[in-house]
């Protein structure tokens, strides 16, 4: 989780209310800490109650400001947009959003339903584009906003069983460079951060194993893991001011592999 470090300050995120999906474990939590410590007001949705509240008082006890939590399926796009309004109704309007929650449970190709599929699609692609639309007008009346989606490295390499992730994921990406153009225009920006593979427990408890961690030192530039921590200073910058110019783009941290 996000500490004291070496790493840049944002000014412009200070006091900044900012929305993470799926951030009460991984990927999501080491945003939830790293937003946090810089001095932003965050709120996450997620359905993992338990782990959510524990991440909350983690950051708490660091002396940062603690983070709102509220409990929403993203699967369930109404219910999740009135979450969305009650959070800026509570905090202010949302002037960065972290469209983050998503399953890569693995599956074999022939054993996907159309019911499976239109699951999927709701945790890893859907709710991006409605959860977007919830925040579009709090960030057109301030006249700027950073929305900053999750893509994946698994759209670009050769993986097995991730059929209907990947394509989720490779959405994602269109997804981004359509929203930057049609939100371009009311100062609202639009990236898409694409993490390599990344060490979070969930990786470590599930796939990676020795064979993993050859591959990784095979197919990696870089001769070390990536963190969580590496994927969330990229998303800092892209949420802060500091990328003012930065819209409609992918941007890699995979140490290299791509």
Known sequence: MAGATPFATYPSLCDEVVLISGGATGLGAEFVCQFAAQGAQVAFVDIQDEEARALADTVAATGSRRPLFRHADVRVLGSYQEVIAEIAEVLGPIGVLVNNAANDARHAADEVTPSFWDERMRVN??????????????????????????????????????????TAKAGIEGLTRALAQELGRDGIRVNCVIPGWVMTARQLAYWVDAEAEETIAREQALPRRILPADVARLVLWLAAEDSSGCTGQNWIVDGGWM
Not at 152 to 163: C, E
């Open 125 to 166: 692609l859907d709710h991006y584009y409605f959860a977007t639309r919830a925040v579009a007008p709090m960030m057109r009346a301030s006249g700027h906003g950073s929305v900053v989606n999750l893509g994946s490295i698994s759209t670009h390499i050769k993986l097995a069983d991730l059929v209907v992730y990947r």
